[in-house]
């Protein structure tokens, strides 16, 4: 399903019209901090983070992570606030491109999921430099892209979600040096409809 060119997100939320929301953390996240565990440590942040599945999953994966869910709803962020706290997440309202003083230089990680895809892709090197600002020299960001979301009468330029491919990928990562490539893969597990058609990435912050 995709969605007119700038949906307003916090109206999608108050009236419950949110496909994207699987009601879970995304399989390819469970799946690897399964496989990874004792990595995803630190201050983590989320960029566009819904109503805070990954967050919990972090959260609970890690009991010693800092994971901290960045939306620009506040319909989205009072959702996730209506769950039992289960270590020591965070939520706030704001904007991942005018990032508070707090999370700049301060994070280990960054979790992408569905935010890249959301954007105009006209923004997508400023999404770089903002991940960039956010992450401590050496950090990393993981992430699944979803390289061709499109389907029956959902079409590039219809609005989110947006594709991208791996060429695009790397050109906007690492050509301004900013980042490098650790490991570039289809995701272990996904929901089943992506099969194919998700790509998950690791750089790390030079």
């Not at 009991?63 to 606030?81: E, F, M, R």
């Not at 954007?119 to 430099?129: K, Q, T």
């Amino acid at each position: 399903m995709g969605f007119s060119a700038q949906p307003n997100w916090d109206e999608q939320y108050r009236i419950g019209e949110t496909p994207w929301d699987k009601g879970e953390a995304a399989p390819p996240l469970a799946t690897w901090l399964r496989g990874h565990p004792g990595s995803m440590t630190g201050t983590v942040l989320v960029p566009g983070c819904g109503t805070g599945h990954d967050v919990r999953a972090i959260a609970a994966a890690e009991p010693t992570s800092k994971p901290i869910g960045l939306d620009l709803s506040p319909a989205a962020i009072t959702a996730c606030q209506r769950h039992p706290q289960r270590a020591a997440e965070q939520y706030c309202v704001g904007d991942l491109f005018a990032l508070p003083e707090t999370l700049r230089g301060t994070c280990d990680w960054v979790w992408e999921h569905t935010c890249f895809c959301a954007i105009d892709p006209n923004r997508r090197d400023e999404y770089v430099a903002a991940v960039a600002t956010a992450l401590k020299p050496g950090g990393q960001l993981l992430g699944i892209f979803y390289l061709d979301p499109y389907r029956g009468d959902h079409q590039p330029g219809g609005g989110p979600p947006h594709g991208c491919t791996l060429d695009e990928l790397r050109q906007r990562f690492t050509g301004a040096g900013r980042f490098s490539v650790e490991a570039a893969e289809p995701p272990a597990d996904c929901y089943p409809e992506r099969a194919g058609r998700e790509l998950l990435l690791r750089l790390s912050r030079r």
